[in-house]
Every structure is written in C-alpha cells, then in structure tokens.
C-alpha cells in the first residue's frame, strides 16, 4: 500500500512538473467593448432613445444573459422615415416599441467579415416571438415537438452587398459592442405580417392558382375517408396555411399542434396558367378529370393537377393522420421533412451553384443581370421568369413567375385539340 502510494506521490509530481508549466510573460487582457448604449453614435439617437424606453438591457439581461447577439440599428433618417421621431417614440407604449426592437435583434453575433467566409445565408432567429404560431421541431423527418415562432432573418453578404432577407442594405458603420455586434443600416425592418396564402388570396393575380388547390384538396378530403394510411405528398394548400383543416371533420390536437410549414413558393400568376391553355375552373377541372378518381391514393400519389404544379414550391411536408381509441380519425398533422438543408431560398440564393449541395432540390436556375429564371432540372419546357421576387411572409419567400415549371414528365394532353 506504501508502494502504491509513493507511486501516485510520484506520478502527481511528474503531472505538475510536465503538464502545468508556471506561466510565462505578462497577462494579456480581454478586449474591452463599450456597452451598446454608449457605444452607439449620435446619428442613432433615435434608436437609443427607443431602445432606453423600452427597457431593452432589462429584456437582454432577463431573456439572454452572456448571450452575444447582432443588433440590427437604423440611423436616424431611417427611423423618422417610417415614422419614429422624437415626439412619436414618447407616446408608443413600452410593448410596442419592445416588439419593434426585439426584430431588430438576432440570436448570434455575427460581422460583415464572417458572413462572406460563410458564402451563403445564415440563418438567425429574432428576440421577437408571434403570439400564437407555433413552429415544429423536426428530427429525422418526424416532428419532435413544437416551440413558439420566432420570426427569423437570413443575413449574407454577396459582392460586397449586406443582405438581409434577399434584399441589399447600405451598412453605414459595424461597431463591436460588448453583447456582440453591431450594424448600423439606413432602413428600419418589418417583420412579415401575413401568410403565403393570404397574400395570394389579397394580391389577385392567382385566382387560378388557388382554385387549383382547392380542387386537390376536395380530392384529398374525400381519400381521407377511405384510406387509414395517407402516403402521398401534400398539396401545396397545406403548406401555406399553418392551421388549415377539414372544418367538421378533424380537430386540432394538444399533444400534436399544428405548426409553421417553411418553404419557397414560385407562384404562378393567371398568366401563368393561361400559357398552357388553361383559362377557367372548367379547365382545372379537365386537367383533374385526365384520370378516374382512384378509390384512395395510393403512395406518393398525386392530383393531375398537383402533379402538374409539385414544382412551384421548394419544401417538403408529409400527412399524419391521429386516431382515437376506437380507431375512429381524430385529426391531421402536417409534419416537415427534413429533406432539404433549408427551404426558405431568398433571390441571391437562387443559383445553381449556391445550391448544388441542396441533393433534393429538382430546379435549374438561369441568371442574366438582374434576371432570374427557373426550371424544371430535366424539363425542356421554357423555364419561368421571376417577375418579382422576396416577397417575405410567414412562411418564407414569395417569388411570383410567369410560367408553370413544367415537370420532365409531365403531358398537356388534356387540352383541347
């Protein structure tokens, strides 16, 4: 035992002696930022003045402790721009210029620098979290849980242009702050408001678009009725709406909630669907009617008509039908796939090589200046224009095109000769 002893004796000694050396030269100290507030220059008096009112280092020191994070900071004429003078930040309330900062604010601190190392989007999420949306929580293409919607921004740099949500802002200054960092941009940001469907409903230009996936659904409901074990992929209906549901018929579920769908949409206007000879619901339902209406869908199958349009989205969702325990249907989940590394694709972002690791991504994109096109990967069909671009909603990104992306596979035979 004294043997034994005398050896670890030793074997301590020679760890201090070998491992832990006495330092050498003197220590070199932290850098020392300024707090946000006082760091921040005088052409963001504004902000500063918001920010104090609204008691946003209490906000930090509560809800992000030692978190580093990235501050989003209008200048002054931005802000008196969109209506935050002096005299307007007094009378808001305290929550409502909260919910105007905390957008403003990201889950990381990130510079300008970093973000062209990165050569893509990185996404960050915001302090500001929406009342009642939930967004799901996936893990190997099953939900895991949901957690309360935060809203997100997507931030990169491209050619020397800071990006934020596909759209270039002029950075007037960086500044290191002790939190994090900080930019300081000429615009003040707006988190978006509605959802994809909503703003198909409200634009007008998709009357055709959206008579189509009500038809699919019509098809879809009455295969929930026969079939137990839904397999195919979903209309682009449920994608857009977070809380959609068979009114009557399924409930919403406490143990598995309904969430946020995030994807990319390249929506088709009027236009669009007139190139390919259909004008009226009366065609839409032609295209449907190419085919018996099969007792239930078998796996992966699709309506003609969402046949036809499965590529004018980027995402992926899949149907989880719950039961009671008298095996009577109880509800219909919507669950994101974990496909695809991210489905919200802003305009920069649309480029073949950007995206050549996204494997299930089947478009092609053609860039020519400030145009963009997309198309099927194998179609030989004309690929679309993207006639207007970024259009940010709960979901993800907006892209409206003049053109149906035709699949390779895909006939038009149901037209009129």
């Known amino acids: 035992m004294g043997i034994l002893c005398g050896v670890l004796l030793l074997f301590s000694a020679c760890q201090k002696t070998e491992f832990m050396p006495d330092p050498v030269g003197e220590e070199i100290p932290a850098p020392d930022y300024p707090s946000l507030t006082v760091a921040l220059p005088e052409e963001t008096s504004l902000f500063k003045a918001m920010w104090q009112k609204a008691e946003m280092d209490k906000v930090l020191a509560t809800e992000q402790a030692q978190v580093k994070l990235t501050f989003l900071v209008p200048n002054n004429k931005a802000m008196e721009t969109s ?8 009378q808001l309330t305290k929550d409502s210029l909260q919910n105007v900062l905390r957008y403003h604010v990201l889950n990381g601190a990130i510079s300008s620098e970093k973000l062209a190392l990165a050569g893509g989007d990185l996404t960050f999420f915001t302090l500001l979290k929406h009342p009642k949306f939930l967004d799901g929580e996936p893990r190997d293409g099953s939900l895991v849980r949901t957690v309360p919607y935060f809203y997100r921004q997507q931030l990169s740099m491209d050619g020397g242009n800071f990006i934020i949500d596909g759209k270039k802002l002029k950075i007037g200054q960086e500044l290191a ?8 941009l000429e615009q003040v940001l707006k988190a978006p ?55 009557g018929t399924f409930h919403y579920s406490t143990e598995r909630p309904r969430h946020v769908i995030h994807c990319t949409l390249f929506a088709p206007t009027d236009a669009a669907f007139n190139r390919i000879g259909i004008y009226t619901e009366a065609d839409l339902r032609a295209l449907n009617g190419r085919i018996e209406t099969p007792w239930y869908y078998e796996n992966n199958q699709l309506t003609p008509v969402d046949s036809l349009l499965k590529y004018q989205y980027i995402g992926s969702a899949r149907m989880e039908t719950g039961y009671n325990e008298d095996y009577t249907m109880a509800n219909v989940d919507i669950q994101s796939d974990r496909e695809i590394d ?10 073949n090589n950007k995206l050549a690791e996204f494997k299930s991504i089947y478009h092609r994109f ?52």
């Open 83 to 90: 209506g935050y003078t002096a005299a307007k930040i007094q």
């Open 193 to 247: 408001q509605q959802q994809m469907y909503d703003f198909l409903v409200k634009d007008g230009r998709f009357s055709l678009y959206l008579k189509s996936m009500e038809l699919s659904n019509i098809e879809y409901t009455n295969d929930f009725m026969m079939n137990m074990y839904a397999g195919y992929g979903l209309p682009v209906r449920f994608m857009l709406d977070w809380n959609y549901y068979f009114e």
């Open 366 to 417: 053609y860039r020519s200046g400030n145009r963009i096109q997309v198309g099927h990967l194998k179609s030989k069909a004309q690929p679309a224009d993207i006639i207007e671009e970024n259009i940010n909603t709960i979901q993800g990104p907006v892209h409206v095109v003049d053109r149906i992306i035709v699949p390779d596979d895909f006939s038009m035979w149901h037209k009129k000769k």
């Open 177 to 184: 702050v002790a939190q994090g960092h900080v930019f300081i």
């Open 342 to 351: 991210n489905s919200t694709i802003f305009s920069q972002m649309l480029d």
